[in-house]
């Protein structure tokens, strides 16, 4: 059973989506899951695996979806469970129960790996995968000139591709999108720039209700903040939304003086760590 949770864990994981593990640490007395016994919940709801059941079970499965509600919450915590309703104790929740014993809990909150799209393989490009592979972190590059999207330059990327901004667009969804945690355009050309951020609000905007579990990448654009303006005047005259604009950030990279490739890598890697542990830089200034 540990083995299937933790495949299906993995496998949520790599769909994009958190994921809470709920694993039994510690028991005493007569209870109904054993340690070792795990439970693990997807943003989508689904669930598999077993920590006991009955009300212990209930308990657990409300707070595992409370956790994954906000990006607030603690990344862990430890709860004890009393099984009788007369349970007491230190930090002993008590349940309507007749086992009698108690149960302990690790509650983790798992959250996907970056995997971020660089849209233009140039040196910017290719100093911001070099700072993601440091990390761990998965990237892959799309760029129209085949020479900038290749093994040579990328030999790490999940994906490659030189097709043409409306060829790479065609098939894609918010929930095939979701396979990046964000998207940079970096591209060589400001109209190709341009392009691709139309395409992705056009397809943010068709999609306001998005499927449960299914979240839209973050977008950032590098260039300045008069570059930014012009693409919004555009961006508003398409039909795209106030909110989906304010949703983009440009010019991106946390206000650290970057100026060479390297050091705009750091700048932006850092804003992107920043959101992915939901940790708050909004006293900062944004400045590539």
Not at 3 to 15: E, F, S
Not at 124 to 135: E, F, T, V
Not at 224 to 235: G, H, I, L
Request: one cysteine or more; aromatic letters at 6%; a negative charge.
């Amino acid at each position: 059973m540990t083995a299937a949770v933790l495949a299906w864990t993995l496998a949520q994981l790599a769909k994009g989506q958190r994921v809470v593990l709920a694993s039994v640490i510690a028991t005493s007395g007569s209870v109904p899951g054993k340690v070792g016994a795990k439970l693990a919940v997807s943003m989508s709801h689904e669930w598999t695996g077993t920590v006991g059941g009955a009300g212990l079970e209930m308990k657990v499965l409300q707070r595992c979806k409370k956790l994954l509600q906000s990006r607030h919450q603690p990344f862990g915590e430890v709860l004890r469970f009393g099984l009788n309703k007369g349970a007491k104790g230190y930090e002993v929740t008590p349940l309507d129960s007749l086992c009698g014993g108690q149960v302990t809990l690790s509650i983790e909150v798992m959250i996907p790996m970056p995997h971020v799209l660089l849209m233009g393989g140039g040196h910017c490009g290719q100093a911001i995968a070099a700072s993601l592979d440091a990390l761990g972190w998965q990237h892959s590059v799309h760029d129209t000139r085949s020479e900038f999207a290749d093994t040579s330059l990328y030999p790490r990327a999940v994906e490659r591709s030189s097709a043409a901004v409306e060829s790479f667009f065609e098939n894609e969804s918010i929930k095939s999108l979701n396979r990046f945690s964000d998207v940079l355009l970096l591209g060589h050309d400001w109209s190709e720039d341009q392009q691709r951020l139309l395409k992705l609000l056009h397809i943010f905007n068709g999609e306001n209700l998005l499927p449960d579990g299914i979240e839209a990448p973050r977008i950032g654009v590098i260039g300045s903040r008069s570059k930014w303006q012009a693409f919004e005047k555009t961006c508003t005259a398409e039909g795209i939304s106030q909110h989906l604009l304010d949703a983009v950030v440009c010019p991106i990279g946390l206000n650290i003086g970057a100026e060479s490739p390297e050091e705009i890598a750091v700048a932006v890697v850092a804003q992107i760590m920043a959101s992915y542990k939901s940790v708050d830089v909004s006293a900062s200034t944004w400045r590539v």
